[in-house]
């Protein structure tokens, strides 16, 4: 039988990887919420009320039940990154096509909308 003396290490290694993934996206959501209430970057409340937000607009609707309003994260996605393919009399800025946040910021956003 042969006996590999690394083996122990690398299921540790394995361990703490996989123990890491909740961390990492609740610091993704985290992020996403510093970006959805930032007013120089996201500014999602300029037009939505989202809970523990201060000053909300009212243009766009109230940001709640996001997980059960859009199951499909992509859907949700797309809505940020550019709203005006699926409805071009949209308010709501395409933040992905006008450069104004990345995809991994919008990523961010939407871990965070899916937590409401």
């Known amino acids: 039988?042969?006996?590999f003396p690394c083996k122990p290490?690398?299921?540790v290694a394995l361990a703490l990887v996989a123990g890491a993934a909740p961390a990492r996206a609740q610091?993704?959501?985290a992020a996403g919420q510093n970006l959805a209430f930032d007013?120089?970057?996201?500014n999602c409340l300029t037009c939505h009320v989202i809970k523990g937000g201060d000053l909300p607009?009212?243009?766009g609707p109230e940001l709640k039940d996001i997980k059960?309003?859009?199951p499909d994260r992509n859907e949700l996605?797309?809505?940020?990154?550019?709203?005006t393919k699926r409805n071009p009399q949209t308010m709501m800025p395409p933040f992905g096509r006008n450069r104004i946040l990345t995809e991994q910021e919008i990523n961010a956003i939407v871990d965070?909308?899916?937590t409401l």
Do not use: H
């Open 57 to 59: 607009g009212t243009i």
């Open 112 to 114: 965070f909308l899916q």
């Open 77 to 83: 996605f797309a809505i940020i990154f550019d709203e």
């Open 9 to 11: 290490a690398l299921l």
């Open 68 to 70: 059960a309003k859009y």
């Open 27 to 29: 610091s993704t959501m």
């Open 1 to 3: 039988m042969t006996v």
């Open 39 to 42: 007013r120089g970057k996201g």
